[in-house]
């Protein structure tokens, strides 16, 4: 059962911050301190039982119509490109949310069974959001600078270093320690972005840095020699599975921009080389082929769930095998969290892997949806960008930091609840999956982010589609990837209802029967 976490400015934040952000907007406005004050102190209920209640209640509502659309006569078209005009499903368009639903512009209710884009970590409308409009109400600003980090985007700092090392909640003392530790191993240092994109850039160029000077002064311990980066690779033997991002340079590493990428490789730049999916031998034997002479392995970047290549989930034995021999050769590595942070019970997905990254990134579900705030935790050996390295305008927003404080607080607080609810979705798909032999190949995945593997892509894609369109549960299928495996993926909000996920089981199996 959800815990009903109740919180306010001053629990999250600290007595003394308040009191001074207090004293400064009463300044500023000439308000009264203690009306202030007052306001600071108010505790929000994060999930409170009319909210659970009614989630249940709206369950059984799934693909009705419920309200009046919207006339069409009154829509706008927008002004998109073509791609993103191609895609648009205007009667799937919001028009409000609560929880895991949303009413779309058709007048129907809708499953965001995908978490929307994979990012509402806590559904829409949650309640424990009301304390970022208090935070505004006190005049916390979300308009700062890289070199003014505010207070709380510093806490916030603190915070993905604890839960990073796997340090309780309150104990500032092991933190302190961490932070000051020489060790360049521990992870000890966040740069503040606005998404996982510019995060995966920043690692990218972390391990490019040790390659190329940045701004051609610094050293560089492997000049001169041709890195190589290690990507998950397609069933193809192409770069297709991997995924982390939209600049040009992280594209150019899953096979976009092949001309480009060409002349790179050409001119000794860099190269991208795929590996084998839970293929240690594979793993090893491309290590051993580019981390000599000329060459020298870069980094290997990975996910730990493929949300984008059929939501393959990474061995344990694998990921461990792959990072020891990384750790051998000193080569970087970065676990892609952009997708399964505050997915998993620990938070961090790589925790329950027992591992010790150079990089994890953070994002998506992080802020709930609320703000495009990403972060990247590294640690002290590669530390090697300047201030202008990886660097946005808007990273370092107080607000967008705060969503995080608060998605993080009630996520930790609700742990076990998410374990119980990952396991109840796992069982119901296995029992769907054992219902329909020959058609099912396979439940994948892990936790909340499930997908159902089929066993053809066209089976994948028709009920993909029946689900999205015509049941009105969001259901992704990915069927343009090289030898992608055929799955429909879904990544639940944390906090779904089990009658919510038992009609979602329910429509699947009602698609399945209709397709037969």
Known sequence: MIQNLKLSLATLLGESYI???????????????????TLARQEVECYPEAMAAREIELADKIGEPVVPP?????????????AFAAAHHREASPLAGFGAYRIGENGKLYLAAKSEHYQASLGHSFPGYELLRIAARLGVTNITHNNTRGFITRLLERELVRVANGIERGNDTAVDAVLASEDPHVLNRVINLETGSL????????MLARFRPISGREHVPYAGRTPVFLVMG?????????????????????????ELYRSGEESGLFRAMPVAINDFDDFRTKVEHFDRGDCKVAGFLHELVLMNYGAIKLDVDYVRQTHALCREHDIPVAVDEIQSCMWSPEIFLFKEYGLRPDFVSAGKGFPGGMYPASRLITNRRMDNLNLFGALVTNGQEEIAS???LITLAFAEANRENTRKRAAYYQRKLSALAAA???????????GLM???????????????????????????????????????????PLTISEPAIDRLVEKMDRVLAMTE
């Not at 207090?22 to 500023?28: C, D, E, G, P, Y």
Request: aromatic share 6%; with cysteine; charged share 20%.
């Open 436 to 446: 329909h032999p020959g058609r099912i190949r396979a439940v994948v995945g892990d």
């Open 402 to 404: 705060l969503s995080c």
């Open 70 to 82: 919207l006339p069409e006569t009154e829509s706008v078209s927008g002004a998109a490109t073509a």
């Open 19 to 37: 009191d001074a952000q207090v004293r400064a907007q009463a300044f500023l406005t000439g308000e009264d301190p203690a009306v202030l004050g």
């Open 450 to 492: 499930l997908g159902l593997t089929f066993e053809t892509p066209e089976i994948a894609a028709r009920f993909a589609g029946i689900m999205s369109h015509e049941f009105c549960i969001d259901v992704g299928c990915q069927t343009y990837k090289a030898n992608c495996p055929p799955t429909a993926l879904t990544k639940l």
């Open 234 to 258: 397609d069933f193809n033997g192409g770069r297709e599975a991997n995924y982390h991002g939209t600049t040009i340079g992280t594209q150019m590493l899953r096979g976009l921009w092949p």
């Open 199 to 206: 995060v995966m850039e920043a690692a990218v160029k972390m």
